[in-house]
């Protein structure tokens, strides 16, 4: 039985690569090898889309999968911080070959999607193929916001590397800056506004730097100016920068002429609210964000930043049949992580496929865990469990769960969190990829 | 894959899959699970495996104690606190041995 299994997949496999080159003239024939009940075209082979594929081919096989994404590998934002921090030399660890995906049966159109016509339901490629479905999921992630913060744009961006979106720039471009940087130097992070793609992430950021500082460069200081009042396990990243790293991490908020308005990448300055410059050795700018241009161009943002969803389905209101997953939507309170995006993909393919098969939607609950690193053998993390509203208006955290680790845990459960986060990733990354 | 998903991409289950009762679907609060637990519950790098590995009587126990803050963890009390009984009953259902 699972000898067969296996050559029915490479079966499919062959015919899914087939269905690339041929593009959507192929696309009939795979139909037919799956007798399939319904079309689903996936916008997207990051967290939300690469788990789509992944959930609709282990969960419906009568359901026929288009994975439509440019490149050959996917970098993840998840573990790129620790490169920072010198635990690993490359990206070789974070970097996954989209094979396994197709050997499963996902046909790959290896292009960026250009357009989607919500009332014809096709998607255009780059290339021009028009790629017809019956559902369709989009989890584009996010673009950021070039010149919102004067000065900073793509060009500076070379100068001061946001490394936030790992196919726009690889975290190899600050972590190159902070190995040529000499001892005693300062390295400024601009930490964004609310919401922004991984709340923790500037945080743990910073953390992996102090890591590394503290092994190589140990009188060199790292200042965060940040746009916020507050931020995602704020209490224990503070605890732990003490405990760890002393006074080498100094955070700025907001209100204490932390945000960032401008920048001069010739000077190394940054200019706050009130006038303030800072001067940096080495700057991260990480930028306001929105949805990726594919859903705002496309209508599904309605001209806002980001997707407005139903929070039952992930369905965008004006364009029945489309549904909006991963950091591209606005969920709250869920954060956009990976681990949400991944989640909310089972979710969209649930009632996805269910409505192709006229099988019965069942109820929906969403999870999020996002664990971070502060040090060696130190993970704290922060857990949400949450439910739409009746109406699909909002989403409720469930009473008395969730919420950050424990202020004060011992050596052994912060090891414990550190243990369980390289866990997480070998268990996220393998859903999409394995 | 676990065998029942096996049975389900051989394409051999087509039958009752396509029937409203979905009994091989993992239930809705599972999905939570396998971002960390693995896809098939196998567990990874200190995570512990879920699949098969408790009775169902024991799972059920298991959730409620982490629930109570009466057994040592890190993030299981903080979620099993957002269940309802039906979604542990669920979550036994499809985790715990035959
Ligand atoms: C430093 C950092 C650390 C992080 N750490 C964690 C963590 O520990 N845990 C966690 O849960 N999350 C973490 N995140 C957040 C996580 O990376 C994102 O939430 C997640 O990637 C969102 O998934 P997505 O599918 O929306 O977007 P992505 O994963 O970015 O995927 C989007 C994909 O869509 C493709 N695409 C875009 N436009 C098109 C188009 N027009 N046509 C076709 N394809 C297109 C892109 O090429 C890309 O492959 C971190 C983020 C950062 C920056």
């Given amino acids: 039985m699972i000898k067969k299994t296996r050559n029915n997949i490479s079966r499919r496999g062959l ?3 087939g269905a690339t080159l041929a593009g959507v003239l192929a696309a009939p024939a795979v139909a037919r090898a799956q007798a399939t009940a319904g079309r689903l075209v996936i916008v997207g082979g990051g967290f939300g889309g690469a788990s789509a594929a992944r959930a609709a081919r282990d969960r419906y096989p009568n359901i026929a999968v288009t994975l439509i994404e440019p490149a050959s590998q996917f970098v993840t934002c998840p573990y790129g911080n620790l490169v920072l921090a010198g635990r690993s030399a490359d990206l070789a660890g974070i970097t996954h070959s989209y094979d396994k995906l197709v050997g499963r049966g996902v046909t790959k159109i290896s292009q960026e999607a250009r357009e989607i016509d919500a009332a014809k339901k096709t998607v255009r490629t780059a290339d021009n193929q028009t790629v017809a479905y019956d559902r369709l999921i989009v989890s584009p992630g996010i673009d950021l916001k070039w010149d919102a913060i004067k000065g ?14 790992p196919s726009l720039q690889p975290v190899t471009a600050l972590a190159d800056k902070l190995k040529a940087m000499a001892d005693g130097g300062t390295f400024i992070m ?6 922004f793609r991984c709340p923790p992430g500037p945080y743990e950021r910073a953390s992996m730097v102090a890591e590394y500082f503290k092994k190589a460069k140990p009188k060199s200081k790292i200042l965060i100016l940040d746009a916020k009042d507050g931020f995602s396990k704020q209490p224990l990243f503070l605890d732990a920068w003490k405990a760890l790293y002393g006074d080498m991490i100094e955070w700025v908020p907001a209100n204490k002429e932390g945000k960032v308005v401008a920048v001069d990448p010739a000077a190394m300055t ?6 303030k410059k800072h001067k940096g050795d ?14 705002r161009e496309s209508g599904l943002t309605g001209g806002a930043d980001w997707a407005a969803i139903d929070t039952r389905t992930f369905e965008i209101k004006s364009a029945p049949g489309v549904f909006v997953i991963g950091d591209a939507n606005a969920a709250p309170p869920m954060p956009k992580s990976g681990f949400v995006a991944n989640n909310t993909a089972m979710r969209a393919v649930a009632v996805a496929c269910s409505q192709m098969t006229g099988a019965a939607i069942p109820n929906a609950i969403y999870f999020n865990t996002c664990y971070s690193h502060v040090g060696e053998n130190y993970g704290i993390s922060v857990v949400g469990v949450y439910r739409p509203n009746a109406d699909g208006t909002k989403i409720d955290e469930a009473p008395n769960s969730g919420g950050i680790s424990a202020q004060g845990a011992t050596p052994d459960i912060r090891a414990g969190e550190a243990t369980y986060a390289d866990g997480w990733y070998r268990s996220i990354t393998n859903y999409m990829f394995g | 894959m676990t065998t029942r998903l096996r049975m389900v991409s051989l394409g051999l289950a087509t039958a009752w899959f396509a029937s409203p009762a979905q ?8 999905n939570g699970c396998l971002g960390c637990h693995g896809v098939d519950g196998q567990g990874a790098n200190g995570i512990p495996a879920i699949m098969r590995v408790q009775s169902k009587a024991d799972f059920t126990a298991t959730m409620k104690l982490f629930a109570e803050n009466k057994k040592p963890g890190t993030i299981m009390g903080r979620i099993s606190r957002g269940y309802t009984d039906q979604d542990i009953a669920e979550l036994a259902a499809w985790f715990g041995k035959p």
Avoid at chain 1, 152 to 163: F, Q
Avoid at chain 1, 270 to 275: D, I, K, N, R
């Fill in chain 2, 23 to 30: 009994a091989q679907m993992p239930p809705v609060a599972a």
């Fill in chain 1, 190 to 195: 601009v930490a964004p506004p609310n919401p």
């Fill in chain 1, 270 to 275: 940054v200019e706050t609210e009130f006038g």
């Fill in chain 1, 15 to 17: 015919l899914a690569s």
């Fill in chain 1, 282 to 295: 080495v700057v991260n700018v990480i930028p306001p964000q929105q949805a990726a241009r594919i859903a």
């Fill in chain 1, 152 to 165: 900073y744009d793509r060009a500076a961006s070379a100068v001061m590397p946001h490394c936030w979106v």
